[in-house]
């Protein structure tokens, strides 16, 4: 099986972004290392002076730490869910976009449990979830779906790269280091592309990607039950589960476009990243809105019905614009509306602004994330009464910042660091047009 | 030039007068406080008490304290000297020192004979000669021996408990002690529960009636206290029981179930995680198994 | 001098940790006690002490209280056999007096904004008039928080009470957010009082806390295995909280003792968001005939813990605009 002549020179298109970076490669790594390093820093004075340094108080004992624990996570399973999917459904258009969607469902799942240990008081016992493990607990249920995702993710990722890394072993002109070339030798498990080293690898990429889809919706489901078996009104809702598997998936769209732009700008490839994709992209994007704002409504209508004592009361704090009121309207009305206004009306439609659009989510859903946690948490069912106004509302202190950007820092800084390891885009897919649709386990003929 | 400075403020009059003054303002306020602390002891008070027990033995309690508005402290290790007054003489009985608690306890054995007296009254003292800083002080209470017994009957199912009370005469013979106020109690973890309240009359007796309902203990055994309270005449006086008239309570504990909150976790939820674990984990190993084939193919072609 | 006082300090601890205590009987080693003994000698035990001046005398062993240690590690999870305690609480007579709150910090060697007992103040509706509203941990039954530990650190006892092993705590804070009742409260930051080396940490005592763990009240477990009341309890001015053992069917507040069932049934109490189905072992009485107005409740506060209650003060003032 040869690749074919049209695409034949499709990894030597890829291969000098895997070669020596120039100065401003570098630049922008030493302006993400200075980030994580200020995180460390607030780390260090979270470990030294204990939790007293974050605005976390008795009432509200999570903030921002662990809504950016559902926000990454939330990209992770995402980009496992729609990259199996795409798999599994073998769309073609979908190929380009394979290596991004695993990149982040990856990437974001190493970075999301590092928020949830920053919640925790006491991280030297963290041996603990393993020998007084208790089944009967959500954190418990979460940390066996982390680990248990972490490790799928990562075979699944190293699945889809074996074909890549035999293309650039058997590349004599590459320019990389020795060491590189022997990483990708040993990567590449002696992979000549075979008909019967094909036909496995497939079948280990298919159960891979039919295994990761229901782990990564049961996975997102324990999230959501870690806040819904709480007896909190506001949290205490079966809607739960689907609402926050859908909020991932939406939030896992909307940066996918942000980062296909990206791409596009950096590595000039508007050859392989189309405005089609933009276009298809963005249809997914309204058709998700609309079950977003569907899912919203009908939480809030069934709360605001029966008006509750203390949901109605964290009703009003949303609906009042000394509390929540405006970061209620702003989230909502991007989250719910704004893609079926600027994609959905014709005349509006650009790459630009789907980008744009796509953006705009990714931060509604965070403020969503946070309208989740804190407000709840300020509001239990026997009001607080306390003296000291940072005990009754929350506000994020200067160690949490620092560590969300060190966050988003490590984010970006891994996906430059995985673009020099292999191609951005999966070459070998590509090139490989040969078979239309596979079947699931099929049987010899 | 140094000389000459030190020379100009010795002998400058005005330096000794302030010298003067700072002396006078320093020393004085100074010394009447020291004067006010050790000149002035602080009261100290007491109070004696005297309590017959179940056994017979007597008890006097001198608690020592002093009072400073609403704050009593106690006053500790402070010797205190009991006696007890006859008809014609005192007889001392022992110095005892008090505890953290300012209380002094003397414990007089039911075999230990008080000097002969008409009635069987006695004046007891207790006394404490106090030191340089606290105020001598002393206590009294007169106290006539009271004999106090109780019956348990039981009659159709009604529980009563029937009590005799009985005093010495001046012939030192026995005489009921009518119009007691006696007290019926269960014993508690923390505290006594009341049953009843009733005076005696001109017999000494008295009955208190028990509740069916009452608690007891794994088999239903129940201590119940009959008591005589700070009677101007008689002290306190008590008299306990262990009978079985309470409602047995099963102390057994029941193993905790398999339950969200307990130790062990219902059986469906470990089965649900094995199941849905080993699934997913099953899959896992078949693609790798699957990868193992490709590293073997390409072994080979090697 | 200091050095003196550090040893008999660190020797009268040895001394509790033996076992024994001397109760109310205090040996001097002469007077009435010798001429006591003979008999003495003949129905009881001797046990040999040392006294306060550091001589060895013998005591008989009936005039000695026994103190019983609080139970440690693995023996801290079974309750005390036998025992179901309850907490009673009398709406009517809290008047916020704050006794129960600084006894309990200062048995439990909390700091000033640790309350494991709060007091709240309730405005149920419009026409309802406010009263103050003490809130311990309630020890449910089927305790949500206990549900949620990942590790097992707080757990569940035979005697109904719901503690803390703040060794185990990995601080997640879940079981903060899982109470409904927002008893729960984290150590967020290192305290002094935490590195008291010499006391041995009992889950029975909380003492000493542990920086990054969660701490609440524990019903005194251990001043329960001594007859003693919890400090809460035996600190209220008012007597408006009873302790008890249901199954002995009483509670008490230290002055006055009475049935548990027939009080319940009598004053019609209730248990606070009963519907939640988190079976509290806290009963309230209602506030019927209050004592006093809720006023008196605010005038000892200091400006800043009346802070607090602005949330129904002010809600009171404009009904009461209103209203006129």
Known sequence: MKPDNKNKNLINEFTPFLERPDKVWFLKISVLFLFIAIGFYAFYVQVKKGHIVTGMRDHVVWGIYIINFIFFLGLSYAGALISCIFHLARIQWGKPLMRMLEMTATISLVIAPVYILLCIGRVDRLHHLLIYARIQSPITWDVIAIVTDLFFCFVFLYFTHIRDFARLRDLPEIKVSRWRKRLYRFLALGYRNTPEQAKYLNQALDIMAAIIIPTSIIAYSLLAWLFGMNLRPGWHSSIFAPYFVLTAVYSGIALLIVIMWIYRKVYNLEKYITIEHFYYLGFVLIILDLFYGYFTFSEYITEWYNSQKTPTLLLYKFFNFSEYGGLFIFSNFIAAFLPLIIIGIPWFRSVKSITITSALVIVALWIKRYLIIVPTLETPYIPIQDNRAEWVHYSATWVEWALTLAGIATFILFFIFSSKIAPIIPVSAMEDKTKKIKIFYHKKN | MKIQIINKYLFNKVYYKILFILFVIYSVPARSEDNSKINKPIKSRMYLTYDKLTDGTKVLTAKLFTKDGKIFTPIVNAPVCFSVENDTSTLELGIISTDKEGLALLYLSKHYQLPGNLGRAYIFHAEYSGNDEYIPVDGQVEIKDLLLDFKLAEKDSEKTIEITVNEYSSEDTLVPAYDVEIYGYVKRLYSLLEIGVEYSDDLGMTSIEFPGDLPGDSIGNLTVIIKVEDSDIYGNVEKIKDINWGIPVSYKETKTPRALWADEAPLWMIIAVIVILAGAWFNFFLAIFKLYKVRKLGKIRK | ??????????????????????????????????????????????????????????????????YHKPAVSKKARKGISGRKFVMVIDLSKCGNARKCIDSCQKGHNLATDQEWIRVHLMKDNQQSDPYWFPKPCYHCDNPPCVKVCPVGATFKRSDNCVLIDVNRCIGCKFCISACPYSVRIFNWKDRYSYREKDTDYSPETSVPGQVGTVGKCDFCPDKSRNGELPYCISSCPMGALYFGDINEDTITNGDETLRFKKTIEERAGYRYLEELGTEPNVYYLPPVDRMYPFERGLKDLTEEQKARYNNVISKLQSDNETGQ
């Open chain 3, 1 to 66: 001098m200091a050095k003196k006082r550090k040893k008999s300090k660190s020797s009268r601890r040895k001394f509790i940790r033996t076992g024994i205590t001397l109760g109310a009987l205090t040996v001097t080693g002469s007077g009435i006690v010798s001429s006591l003994a003979k008999e003495e000698e003949q129905d009881s035990e001797k046990i040999k002490l040392l006294n306060q001046d550091g001589k060895l005398v013998e005591v008989a062993s009936s005039k000695i209280k026994l």
